[in-house]
């Protein structure tokens, strides 16, 4: 049985700083969140080998606490970047992190994939470590809505499990007519689809 200073350990918010994108940024998290203790291995794998102009409208599409999107708004700082993420926790988490880390250009919205987001709105970059247990009907309708939302040029990131790969590779060829695998770690791949 836990003690009541236990407990309260267990409530209060989860600190730390990370080395992302050749900044430091500082997150608090907390539990029920992905990885709250530490930035995983597939987001990591994902922000080394993203490219990005300093002027590029990015969104983080599952955005968690926030490191991808908080990585791409301090890498674009003349762009505006977007997180969104259908627990509401999460976007409450971002979008403290925005503030701690004084990125002005970031916003952490609630959506179920792109279902908040103005129609009109179009980005140059848009980033995601895909949960392993998306669906498939979700994962189309995510990247159908990506393609439709990139402008032309526009670059889609996605990290998956190993196990993923293939899929991802089909479904990309599919609705982007291409697909360039930039890395493959030891559980990890990281994609890219470009919108022409």
Same mark, same amino acid.
């Given at each position: 049985m836990l003690t009541p200073e236990q407990l309260a350990g267990l409530r209060r918010d989860i600190q730390f700083s990370a080395q992302l994108g050749g900044r430091t940024l500082e997150f608090r998290s907390t539990w029920g969140l992905f990885s709250p203790r530490e930035i995983d291995e597939g987001t990591r794998l994902l922000l080394d080998h993203?490219? *990005?102009? $300093? !002027?590029?409208d990015c969104l983080d599409l599952g955005c968690g606490y926030g490191p991808i999107g908080l990585t791409l708004a301090a890498l674009a $700082?003349?762009?505006?970047?977007?997180?969104?993420d259908k627990d509401f926790v999460a976007v409450d988490y971002a979008n403290r +992190?925005?503030?701690?880390n004084r990125l002005d250009n970031a916003e952490a919205r609630l959506s179920n994939g792109f279902d908040q987001i103005e129609p009109e709105r179009r980005?140059?970059? *848009?980033?995601?470590n895909v949960p392993a247990k998306? !669906? /498939?009907e979700l994962?189309?309708?995510?990247?159908?809505?990506?393609?439709a939302r990139l402008r032309p040029g526009g670059r889609l990131y996605l990290v998956t499990i190993n196990g993923l790969r293939q899929y991802m /590779?089909? +479904?990309? +060829?599919?609705?982007? !007519? +291409?697909?360039?695998?930039l890395k493959q770690g030891a559980h990890y791949t990281v994609a890219l689809a470009r919108r022409s």
């Open positions: 993203l490219h *990005i102009e $300093p !002027g590029d $700082p003349q762009g505006r970047t977007l997180l969104v +992190n925005a503030r701690l980005f140059d970059l *848009i980033a995601s998306v !669906g /498939k994962l189309a309708l995510l990247l159908h809505d990506a393609h /590779k089909r +479904n990309l +060829n599919e609705v982007f !007519g +291409n697909y360039d695998k």
